[in-house]
């Protein structure tokens, strides 16, 4: 993820998967509940790293960090997906076209 809105979409994601309620999660991390769900919806245009690690410990997660480009991101994914469907490329030719 390259940017705060992307961050906060994974927090919402994870505190979800969890069954946790936002106004829980912020209360655990000592955070205001608005400030919590601004950052998730990414209309915040800034989190501090105390309240994100707080609330990242209250979810059982952590903060990884990975060199740019070894991730890949969506545009990278469907440019490759794109030259392997086309015609008389190798994975095209491997799949029989299926996607």
């Known amino acids: 993820m390259q940017t705060l809105s992307e961050l906060g979409l994974a927090v919402a994601q994870r505190r979800k ?15 205001a509940a608005e400030s919590l769900s601004r950052f998730e919806r990414g209309r ?9 690690l707080a609330v990242l410990a209250v979810l059982d997660a952590e903060l990884s960090v990975t060199a740019t480009g070894h991730a890949g991101n969506l545009d990278s994914l469907r440019q490759e997906r794109a030259a392997a469907t086309l015609p008389g490329s190798a994975a095209h030719a491997g799949t029989g076209g299926a996607v």
Do not use: I, M, N, P
């Open 17 to 31: 998967s969890l069954g946790l309620k936002q106004a829980d999660v912020a209360t655990l991390a000592g955070v």
């Open 44 to 52: 915040s245009a800034e989190f501090g790293s105390r309240k994100l």
